[in-house]
């Protein structure tokens, strides 16, 4: 077990060494960055988006929403019969931040 586990360790500075290498960094600095915070992480939480929804089932209303600004988010299909005619009707779901 003792002889595994200095065989995974050795196999693990092995790789760290050579992605230092590999990027020109010295080891030391690489594992000072893999270690710190990411500078995104700190940043200030952002307002929440506010989204305003859009439907249609007019396939060619499709890119004219779109240049818009819409977001296709969902399509869903009826499927109705009557008298033994079968009619689908798609409707298409949009969003885009107010």
Same mark, same amino acid.
């Given at each position: 077990?003792?002889? $595994?586990?200095?065989?995974?360790?050795?196999?693990?500075?092995?790789?760290?060494? @050579?992605?230092?290498?590999?990027?020109?960094?010295?080891?030391?600095? @690489?594992?000072?960055?893999? @270690?710190?915070?990411?500078?995104?992480?700190?940043?200030?939480?952002?307002?929440?988006?506010?989204?305003?929804?859009?439907?249609?089932?007019?396939?060619?209303?499709?890119?004219? @929403?779109?240049?818009?600004?819409?977001?296709?988010?969902?399509?869903?299909?009826?499927?109705?019969?009557?008298?033994?005619?079968?009619?689908?009707?798609?409707?298409?779901?949009?969003? $885009?931040?107010?």
């Amino acid at each position: 077990m003792i002889k $595994r586990l200095i065989k995974t360790a050795a196999i693990f500075v092995s790789g760290f060494a @050579l992605s230092a290498f590999i990027n020109g960094k010295n080891p030391v600095s @690489l594992a000072k960055e893999t @270690l710190s915070i990411p500078t995104h992480a700190q940043k200030e939480p952002q307002a929440k988006v506010v989204w305003e929804y859009a439907s249609t089932n007019n396939s060619g209303d499709l890119n004219k @929403l779109g240049a818009q600004g819409w977001e296709l988010v969902g399509i869903s299909d009826w499927v109705t019969t009557n008298g033994g005619y079968v009619s689908s009707t798609s409707y298409f779901y949009f969003k $885009r931040a107010k």
